[in-house]
């Protein structure tokens, strides 16, 4: 199985802040990579597939990059809503693990 | 609008079984390949399996923990689709979301295994 391992595990930043959230593949997965945000008993949203791709609906502060095995989720200018629990998950083999998740707070 | 709705969780005890459904509309279901994903309560999301689209060949995929314990299925004349879970144990209590590839979700049925 590809082991997908995210860091950081928490996150403390302040509206209006940029942050960082890296997602590693224990084998290259080219782009086959999806990052989702959860909010506290809320389902699963999708944000970016194809490692780069916006899901519709999803605000243009979200992007997404990388290839092979090192990947990233950037959020620009950090709004209130957008504190929540992110997981990466690679759709290149099966089964189709997910990382560990990140929670993202407000400091 | 597109709508996955899930049913069938509950409290069951260890080695007992439970059928989950997932009722879906809004989009040609027949043609989706359909996944469930699970969550322990307060852990992070874990890929339990999908099942393929009638036409692409209807076959299935299971994660390591749950092979040979738990069995998905469809009823594309319902639009519906299943989670037979066998055997079940204390480390599959979570909560079960029915997804297609990721785009769209449930909201997810509880199932607790507790004696």
């Known amino acids: 199985d590809i082991q997908m391992t995210q860091s950081p595990s928490s996150l403390s930043a302040s509206v209006g802040d940029r942050v960082t959230i890296t997602c590693r593949a224990s084998?290259?997965?080219?782009?086959?990579l999806n990052w989702y945000q959860q909010k506290p008993g809320k389902a699963p949203q999708l944000l970016i597939y194809a490692a780069s791709s916006l899901h519709s609906g999803v605000p243009s502060r979200f992007s997404g990059s990388g290839s092979g095995t090192d990947f990233t989720l950037t959020i620009n200018s950090l709004q209130p809503e957008d504190f929540a629990a992110y997981y990466c998950q690679q759709s290149y083999n099966i089964p189709r693990t997910f990382g560990q998740g990140t929670k993202l707070e407000i400091k | 609008e597109v709508q996955l709705v899930e049913s069938g969780g509950g409290l069951v005890k260890p080695g007992g079984s439970l059928r989950l459904s997932c009722a879906a509309s809004?989009?040609?279901?027949?043609?989706?390949?359909m996944n469930w994903v699970r969550q322990a309560p307060g852990k992070g999301l874990e890929w339990v399996g999908r099942?393929?689209?009638?036409?692409?060949?209807?076959?299935?995929d299971y994660a390591t923990p749950v092979k040979g314990r738990f069995s998905i299925s469809r009823d594309d004349s319902k639009n519906t689709l299943y989670l037979q879970m066998n055997s079940l144990k204390s480390e599959d209590t979570a909560l079960y979301y029915c997804t297609t590839g990721g785009k769209e979700w449930g909201q997810g049925t509880l199932v607790t295994v507790s004696p």
């Open positions: 809004g989009f040609s279901f027949n043609n989706a390949w």
């Open positions: 084998q290259s997965i080219g782009s086959y």
């Open positions: 099942i393929k689209s009638k036409t692409d060949g209807g076959t299935t």
